[in-house]
């Protein structure tokens, strides 16, 4: 799945990674931090599943075909596996 916006390494903080991305936009004056602890969201993805649809139009002979995954996030079992820090003052000789 391709990213939105301009991704960047900045480095490690405290032995965590540090990306900077474009779509967080920042103010003038202070920059936000999104923190995320992935140990705490799960992802759950199936294989591929095909199925056939008869009739997907009302009067028709047609039969449609569909291959469709499915995929289920869980991104709150923990409410502070995910946080958002603003107003933090950009440092001035950066």
């Known amino acids: 799945m391709p990213i939105v916006g301009s ?3 900045v480095g490690p903080t405290n032995g965590a990674p540090v990306y900077r991305h474009g779509a967080i936009t920042a103010g003038t004056s202070t920059d936000h931090l999104v923190l995320w602890r992935p140990s705490d969201c799960f992802l759950f ?3 591929p599943m095909a199925s056939v649809i008869p ?3 009302a ?3 047609q039969v449609r075909l569909e291959l469709r995954p499915y995929v289920a996030a869980i991104l ?3 409410p502070n596996g995910i946080a958002v820090i ?3 003052p950009q440092p001035t000789n950066f």
């Open 55 to 57: 009739n997907p139009l």
């Open 86 to 88: 603003t107003s933090i």
């Open 45 to 47: 993805e199936s294989d």
């Open 7 to 9: 991704t960047a390494a």
């Open 76 to 78: 709150n079992r923990y």
């Open 59 to 61: 009067g028709t002979m």
